[in-house]
């Protein structure tokens, strides 16, 4: 039995450090930067080896490791605004330069990554889970741990904020595509 | 439109994130046929999911990830970005014709109420039962609808099931649609056909099919010329 144990958690936590791309991923779509997304991703692969005993179902592992992920990134967050709560946190503006401040932004896939990563921060982590990862609403409100009736305002936001923000980059494309 | 039935963005979030069952899918389905300005705000909501989907292919690499392991993510990009400009582009130039509520139903690309005849393009690329027939019902209720409709179902991936004889269901059903309309046009992904065939399977289209280069050049070429794009 012990045996068997310890096979599945050795399993386990070899799926723990595949998903690390996935990870990074997740996180550098919440930061936009790689560096800080790669600190995040090992920060988060640490936590969740060092506790992998505490899942108690293996199919929940990515909600699981996205919830770690998600308070790594509150973490590092709340050090530089430390009187914030969880609430407050969720509609903390971006700490990142909005889209039109960034030169590489004719390129149709920075505007986005720019344009997500400039969404309030839960609104952002919603958007990302969902479109990125294919979680449900179920396994967001999860890994967050918010009602479903959360994640569907948030996700409504930012897709309303997102068109906003995207739409006069594409009107810019249609014209050059015109030319 | 029936004010009792609940429209919100929530509820069409929930649609294009396939959170919703079977029943309440086919009442937005059916409803969309007939309201224009709501597929139009489907289509706008997609195309953003499909814009943030795919923005974060090839990622830059933080300090401890030099051996390139998201190098794998970089080949479809290319491809799917331009299917999503396509798409946006088609979805912006509905939008800036959209200033006022009035105009919006005749805006809506070529909408089925306006002098243009109703053009939609059904994008399939499942082989659920239930999607391949939400595929055929709403092509059928667009023809119905208006008699200058043109409407094609144009299918990839495992899609591909509904044109293949050795997979679909739906032969039969397919031959009557395509004899009682000449307006409607079935479309096979090249691609997905050869990966079809790679994997050792059968591909055998009936004989109502047609084959396009790709799915995604047909859909980009379908929404430059103003066609309204659907993916079911």
């Known amino acids: 039995m012990k045996l068997l144990q310890s096979r599945a958690q050795r399993e386990l936590r ?109 609104q952002c982590q919603v958007v990302t889970l969902v479109d990125l990862e294919g979680c449900t609403y179920a396994e967001v409100a999860d890994a967050l741990a918010i009602p479903i009736g959360t994640v569907m305002s948030r996700l409504c936001r930012a897709r309303t904020a997102l068109r906003g923000l995207l739409e006069p980059a594409t009107a810019q494309t249609r014209l050059r595509s015109v030319k | 439109m029936n004010d009792e039935r609940d429209f919100s963005d929530e509820r069409l979030n929930a649609f294009i994130d396939n959170e919703l069952g079977a029943r309440e899918r086919e009442e937005i389905l059916v409803a969309i046929a007939e309201d224009a300005e709501l597929g139009q705000r489907l289509c706008a909501l997609r195309s953003t999911k499909e814009l943030v989907r795919h923005a974060y292919g090839h990622l830059p690499s933080g300090h401890r990830n030099r051996d390139g392991r998201f190098s794998f993510w970089g080949g479809a990009l290319a491809a799917s970005l331009a299917l999503v400009v396509g798409v946006l582009i088609g979805w912006q130039g509905h939008h800036v014709a ?24 059904l994008h399939l ?68 056909i050869a990966r079809y065939r790679n994997a050792g399977l059968d591909v055998t289209l009936v004989p109502e099919a047609q084959i396009a280069g790709t799915a995604v050049e047909h859909v980009v070429d379908r929404v430059r010329q103003g066609w309204t794009y659907l993916k079911i």
Not at chain 1, 35 to 53: M, P, S, T, Y
Not at chain 1, 56 to 61: F, G, K, N, S, T
Not at chain 1, 70 to 97: T, V
Not at chain 2, 153 to 161: E, T
């Open chain 1, 14 to 122: 070899e799926k723990v450090v595949a998903s690390r791309a996935r990870l990074y991923r997740m996180a550098f779509a919440w930061c936009r930067d790689p560096v800080l997304a790669d600190d995040l991703a090992q920060e988060a692969l640490a936590h969740g080896l060092a506790r992998i005993e505490q899942l108690r179902e293996a199919e929940r592992l990515m909600s699981w490791l996205f919830a770690i992920l998600n308070r790594c990134w509150i973490d590092h967050l709340r050090g530089r605004r430390d009187d914030l709560d969880d609430e407050m946190l969720a509609e903390l503006p971006s700490p990142l330069p909005g889209p039109d401040s960034h030169a590489e932004m004719q390129e149709t896939v920075s505007r986005v990554r720019a344009a997500v990563a400039a969404l309030p921060v839960g």
């Open chain 2, 98 to 121: 959209m200033k006022s509520p009035h105009d919006s139903v005749l805006a809506w690309a070529g909408g089925m109420f306006s002098p243009q005849p109703t053009r939609v393009l």
């Open chain 2, 125 to 192: 690329d499942s082989a659920l039962p239930e999607r391949m027939e939400e595929t055929l019902d709403l092509a059928e209720a667009y023809l119905a609808k208006a008699s200058r409709a043109r409407v094609e179902i144009v299918v990839n991936n495992s899609g591909l099931d509904l044109l293949r004889e050795e997979a679909t269901p739906h032969a039969a059903r397919i031959a009557a649609l395509a004899s009682r309309h000449e307006m409607l046009a079935f479309v096979a992904c090249g691609n997905a």
